[in-house]
């Protein structure tokens, strides 16, 4: 029976292809988070051919605070993502890569800073330094962010990074579009909120390469940057509604 006291934080993790980075990254979050128990940690298996989802089946018998969602089909990390913050039973949601590169070890002070924050925040997004990417993925990194700030006027340095803390009714308001997970500073401030930035270490991931490439965010993002800048331009001005 699930426990009825309510949750303070569901930490959505979406991963493909990842079993080797399972079992550590879920004792790491479960460490991590210790002081903001209760909470849930939402898998969400997106496609894995490799046998993460059996991985996460065999972990999940002695752990009834971890959860498995499984896509049936590879759709990308920003529908992963979805999937697991409609899923979510906390109103308050962490999300962070499956790779180990993200360190749950700064969830509590980004949760922290959320429900500290100034009336009207709506996400704290981490900021990478020392980044342990390849000299060439920096590189593009770099590049990418550039140019989203200058378009997007946006004041955020790394919105790439996976680890990010938001009210769930904030996310549910964005409008969704495939990587949406990389333009939710600029968005979440569309919809009236504010931003926090918390810095966070990088560091390499635990094991094997990366799942979601370079070149399937390259051309897409070009796209999805002059959508995003079109949706900004449209959004008008944010009324107080008062009911009588």
């Known amino acids: 029976m699930q426990d009825a006291t309510p949750l303070r934080l ?19 979050i479960e460490t991590a988070c210790a002081p903001l128990s209760p909470f849930e940690i939402v898998y969400v298996d997106d496609g894995s051919t490799d046998g993460t989802g ?4 065999k972990l999940a018998r002695a752990r009834p605070h971890l959860r498995i969602l499984r896509h049936d089909r590879s759709s990308g990390q920003s529908i992963a993502v979805r999937s697991g913050v409609l899923a979510a039973r906390s109103p308050v949601i962490a999300t962070l890569d499956g790779d180990g590169q993200n360190d749950p070890a700064f969830i509590p002070e980004m949760v922290a800073t959320l429900l500290s924050g100034p009336s ?14 390849t000299g060439f993925k920096r590189m593009q990194s770099r590049i990418a962010n550039r140019v989203r700030r200058w378009i997007l006027r946006d004041a955020t340095r790394d919105t790439g990074c996976g680890l990010k803390v938001f009210y769930r009714e904030v996310y549910l308001a ?9 333009f939710m500073p600029a968005l979440v401030k569309r919809e009236g909120y504010a931003v926090l930035l918390v810095d966070v270490i990088d560091r390499p991931r635990f094991t094997g390469t990366s799942n979601y490439g370079f070149f399937d965010r390259l051309w897409v993002g070009i796209v999805d940057l002059v959508g995003v800048r079109w949706l900004i331009a449209r959004r008008g001005a944010i009324p107080t509604v008062v009911e009588d």
Do not use: C, T, W, Y
Not at 54 to 57: F, I, K, N, S, Y
């Open 10 to 28: 569901s930490i959505v993790v979406p991963v493909k292809n990842e079993i080797a980075n399972i079992a550590p990254l879920v004792a790491e």
């Open 120 to 133: 009207g925040s709506g996400l704290v997004q981490g900021q990478r330094v020392g980044r342990k990417d």
């Open 174 to 182: 964005l409008p969704f579009f495939k990587a949406l997970h990389r």
């Open 54 to 57: 059996e991985e996460l089946a």
